[in-house]
């Protein structure tokens, strides 16, 4: 009895501070992705995006890496997003709440192989896409996008 009584509150302490994580969903770009990788994937993107989400009648809400010192893609993705009509906002790195209503939108940019391995998240889907590299050393388009989740 007296070692339940000891277990009981480390059990209710564990418990507690799972609650008390930092966010996990929020997006990373590895630090090995240059401007130019991020130009042709945000360009990718916002291509992508437009069949499932139409420009100007949503605003897409980034979640941005908390590293924004190697983070190359939220700085193409911003300007690519707003020439193609959608509104944008940005989740705010202290508290994790949107600037504003919409969808947001949760990337990932790492390394693969050679290549880079991009995968969006965005209403519950996931959509993800191999970008290899040339003989130049620029990424090129790979497979189709492969989605999951969602009402596919």
């Not at 007296?2 to 480390?10: D, G, K, N």
């Not at 240059?34 to 291509?47: E, G, N, R």
């Not at 504003?100 to 290549?115: E, M, N, Q, T």
Request: glycine content about 8%; aromatic content about 6%; proline content about 10%.
């Amino acid at each position: 009895m007296a070692r339940f009584h000891l277990l009981a509150p480390l059990a209710a302490a564990l418990l507690l501070s799972a609650c008390a994580t930092s966010r996990p969903t929020m997006s990373y770009v590895e630090p090995t992705v240059t401007a130019s990788d991020a130009q042709t994937l945000a360009s990718d993107t916002v291509a992508y995006l437009a069949d499932p989400l139409p420009p100007a009648r949503t605003t897409i809400v980034l979640d941005p890496p908390a590293a924004k010192d190697h983070d190359a893609l939220t700085a193409a993705m911003l300007p690519a997003l707003r020439a193609r009509g959608y509104g944008v906002t940005l989740v705010d790195p202290q508290t994790g709440k949107a600037g504003g209503a919409g969808v947001p939108l949760r990337y990932i940019a790492s390394p693969l192989d050679s290549g880079v391995l991009l995968r969006l998240q965005y209403q519950g889907i996931e959509a993800s896409r191999y970008y290899p590299r040339g003989s130049n050393g620029q990424l090129l388009p790979g497979a189709p996008f492969t989605v999951r989740g969602g009402a596919q």
